[in-house]
């Protein structure tokens, strides 16, 4: 939940400072800025973020590719159609990174199955005891 | 690696060898006392001497970086030789190179190095490698560089590609992302970056690097001893502001990805071999029952071997069960299932992710081969020979995968290239099954070459030979050990196929040793770290040192030794921009040689005439009319041949404007590859500096611009 969060922020972060640094015409080094922390990494971190990839070099690398994929592919999509606007281009890509984003916190975990043995009272029953607040009273319940 | 369902089974590939890699490796054989004296002395080290551990190094690759940065500015490059910019290097820097490349052999085999020590090391090398250039030279490396930065200008200033011009506006994918960045960032051109490409690129390389390593092995100490050697042994200079550059990058991905998620652990029953072995045995008996399903071990994937741990070292494959005698089929099938049907490769399991999941990387892997095929022309076939080449073999369980990327290939080549390809087709066909012929044309002929060039040359074929030598030493060391490393030996091999294709202008054998590149250096890396767990005695850690500093020598000489002729200088790009802004639309712009600084701007609007792509004007057999002009020979008849030609072609009535740019790289470029005697070429530059049909309209100490004596439409525009 934590990296969640950590996640979700820098690459809303990283989004609204591009935005801000393209669309605000900043000078050239904060758009540089800007564009190195959001272009390389954050469209396919929102995406690759769904995947659930537990490895972080691999969630990365995956991410770093989807990344510049998708950037090219919108702006090659934009030349062929004769609608070539950078801006426009960097807007798809800050809606797609936004789309991905909201998909995660928007996406439910799926609830772990429960044993259908009969074992599942058994654990209830143990979960609604009060903890534990010493040692003794730990001995006393006979663990 | 993937969680969801079944998220027990699927983890632990890589999230094992993330455990795995801060772990430490023990030798096999140690006793238990030995381990205790171990644990006990770690137990009395002061904290002092670990944070020592931990800074020593860093303070190490801190006093590397600093040594080279205050080297750089003493170098001349000038004075460069033949034997490129190693030339000039100041031992400083040799010195600097040297001491990183020990310290990092030296940390790489120790059991407790932190990761970041090791990232330190790999930046410093990238940094040093490829940013002294970046440092060192005015503007880019590289003639290509100018080519495909006015490709990026095209499309900046049109919006739009036109196919008809050349063949990079029929696969524009980099040039459009070139675009995109180049203006939301503000920037005038991407001259202004392209210096930095190759520090960009390698540094994009490392992390799918070690992804890809890491689904070969667990051991963290050949990952990233595989890692360094690859940096070393990166000598073929495709890492520049270039297509195939970053098309490398997404190649690399696709095959760790495909080896992360969709490789199958052990190949199944009834493999599409059989029926060839069958064939070859000459025999109809059943060549051997299904293998049994291996067991689940706990904790791994179903089908994968156990996690060896620390103190594994080569386990023997304790799934591999012998076909049954009554099921045997002939000698080479018992040989093909004792040696191949097995885990191929042991220490990183499978992933088997839920099918939502594998979808989802499906999708990308598909995203991002489309990005490659609109973006170059050869990269598409080195993804697809892998993939063909471990499909066959049945490694890699999306076996339809190869298909879909040929059609994908196919259809953009036929469809959206076909305006290119219309042209070039009947070329392309013929030049298939040209083996010979292409790999003649791969190889430079040094028969007339300075003994620079041929040193260099010699350098990179023992580059070359070295890694793969290695290469092929780990492979036997690891089979030996009892690993089946099938999916890294196929994608060894895989490009090679290649050649036999086309000679891709000459490149094709060093983009196969591009392609080849990762397998090899893990493989190379091998060599002295075979299997997890093995220790490293002092002798391989010697040749472990000694080899990482002869590759860095050849990577020195091989990377940098046409260095004289690949920078560029101001006053070279001053003539250029003087002729981009005088010369009309339509204008005929001649040069000796294409290694110059240009077609970065406008470069539609003008005609290009290199002179010695002319092999009968480097000869000094042209001459107009079809008789030599009689009286002069030798040098000197050869040189008014020359001017002759060189007037006839600028007379030339359809272009507007017709200019003549002679500059110090076009030279450098000449004389290297020995395209024309040296004696001509001062006698070309003394007769067009005298001759009446020539008038001089701009000069400086790099670069001449001459116009014909009686255009008036030159002299108007001056």
Known sequence: MKAKLVWTLVIAASAAAMGIAIYGNMPVPVRLLAAACFLPFCPGMAIVRLLKIEDGVAELAVAIALSIAIETIVAMALVYARLWSPNL?????????????????????????????GKAAERLVRLCKPPVRNYWEFRRRGN | MVSGEGKANSIDTIGKISSDLARPVLAPGKNTAEAADGIRETATRS?????????????????????WAISLPGINIRAMNDYGLVSVLPPAILIAMALLTLSFSLLVTRPRVPAFILVAHVIALIFIVHGTTAMLYELPRYSWTYKHIGVVD??????????????YHNWPGFFALGAFFTTITGLPSPLSYAGWAPVFFNILYFVPLLFLFRTFSTDRRVVWLG????????????????????????????????????????????????????????????????????????????????????????VPNQSFTPPSPSCQGGTISILFRRFLDRPYIDEAPAVAGAPLQRFGIMAIIILVFFVVVSSHQLTPYAIIAAMVSIAIFRVCSARLLPVLMVIIAGAWALYV??????????????????????????????????????FTAWVSR???????????????????????????????????????????????????FLFTLPPMAFLAASAFIPSLGQAISPRTSAALALTSLALLGGLLFAYYGKES?????????????????????????????????????????????????????????????????????????????????????MSDLKYHGAYLVVTRSEEAYINLLDIMPKEDLTSLEQALANSANFRLIMSNSDAQVYVLADDSQGAANQ
Not at chain 2, 290 to 296: C, E, M, V
Not at chain 2, 473 to 501: E, K, M, S, V
């Open chain 2, 47 to 67: 904290a002092t001497w670990r944070v020592l551990d931990y800074v020593s190094p860093l303070v190490a690759v801190a006093l590397v970086i600093m040594l």
């Open chain 2, 227 to 314: 890692v360094w050697f690859f940096y070393l042994a990166s000598w073929v200079g495709q890492d520049y502001f270039a297509p195939q550059a970053l098309s490398y990058f997404f190649y690399i991905v696709i095959l760790a990805i495909v080896v992360a998620w969709f490789r199958v652990a052990r190949r199944p029953a009834g493999s599409s071999l059989v029926p060839l072995i069958r064939g070859i045995n000459g025999t109809n008996m059943p060549v051997g029952s299904p293998t049994p399903p291996s067991p689940p071990y706990p904790g791994g994937t179903l089908g994968s071997p156990p996690d060896k741990g620390d103190l594994g070292g080569s």
């Open chain 2, 154 to 167: 095209y499309i900046m200033r049109n919006g739009s590609v036109n196919p008809a011009i050349d063949i």
């Open chain 2, 417 to 454: 290239a076909a305006t290119y390809m219309n042209g070039n087709i009947q070329w392309i066909i013929q030049s298939i099954g040209e083996l010979l012929s292409n790999v003649d044309t791969n190889v430079a002929d040094l028969s007339q070459a300075s003994a620079g060039r041929v």
């Open chain 2, 462 to 512: 023992g580059l070359t030979a070295t890694l793969w030598g290695l290469a092929l030493l780990g492979a036997i060391r690891r089979f030996r050990l009892g690993h089946r490393d099938l999916p890294i030996l196929l994608l060894a091999i895989a490009p090679f196929p290649l050649i036999a294709t086309q000679s891709y202008g000459g490149e094709m054998i060093f983009r196969i």
């Open chain 1, 89 to 117: 281009v960097l807007a798809i890509i800050i809606g797609i990174t936004v789309a991905g984003t909201v998909a995660q916190w928007v996406r439910r975990p799926v609830p772990p199955k429960q044993p259908s043995d």
């Open chain 2, 565 to 649: 002729v690949n920078f560029f200088t101001n006053n070279e790009m001053q003539a250029v921009e003087f002729v981009h802004k005088t010369a009309p639309n339509g204008s005929l712009l001649v040069v000796l040689s294409s290694n110059l600084p240009m077609k970065y701007r406008d470069y539609e609007m003008f005609t290009y005439h290199s002179l010695t792509d002319n092999l009968d004007f480097n000869r000094g057999q042209v001459w107009i009319g079809g008789q030599p002009p009689a009286g002069q020979a030798g040098v000197a008849g050869r040189t008014a041949n020359r001017i002759s030609y060189i007037t006839y072609l």
